[in-house]
């Protein structure tokens, strides 16, 4: 079993800077893929920065150069660098965990279509970035 907790989300002005944080707990080799989701306040689902074992990282276009994904060298800290914020960015934001590339697809998939019964999930910081 996993356990994540995220932590770090408020409220900012616009153009500030947050840095969430995702605490793993538990089976940590479960956890090769990690990533960073947000559902903005009309339930709009979106991916938007992952990482994997090997600390290749991927960004939605919506985040590329203003939001930052690492991992701690023991894998048991998730961060997402947030810079630049805009009111666009508000939202619940969630970390997430699978085992394996495959799992990750499927749990990107079910996140859009709004479940987030497979993986491993946190309970979610809000982040609100208002002008």
């Known amino acids: 079993q996993v356990q994540l907790v995220e932590s770090g989300g408020g409220s900012v002005q616009t153009g500030g800077s947050l840095r969430l944080t995702c605490a793993v707990s538990?089976?940590?080799?479960?956890?090769?893929?990690m990533g960073w989701f947000r559902q903005g306040p009309g339930n709009e689902r979106e991916g938007i920065a992952a990482?994997?074992?090997?600390?290749?990282?991927n960004y939605a276009d919506s985040v590329k150069g203003r939001f930052t994904i690492s991992k701690d060298n023991a894998k048991t800290i998730l961060y997402l660098e947030m810079n630049n914020l805009e009111p666009e960015d508000s939202g619940m934001y969630y970390c997430?965990?699978?085992?394996?590339?495959?799992?990750?697809?499927?749990?990107?998939?079910?996140?859009?279509?709004?479940?987030?019964?497979?993986?491993?999930w946190g309970q979610g910081t809000q982040v609100t970035a208002s002008s």
């Open positions: 997430a965990a699978v085992k394996t590339a495959t799992e990750w697809l499927l749990l990107r998939k079910t996140f859009e279509y709004g479940s987030t019964d497979f993986g491993y």
């Open positions: 538990g089976d940590t080799d479960s956890c090769a893929f």
């Open positions: 990482i994997d074992s090997d600390g290749t990282q």
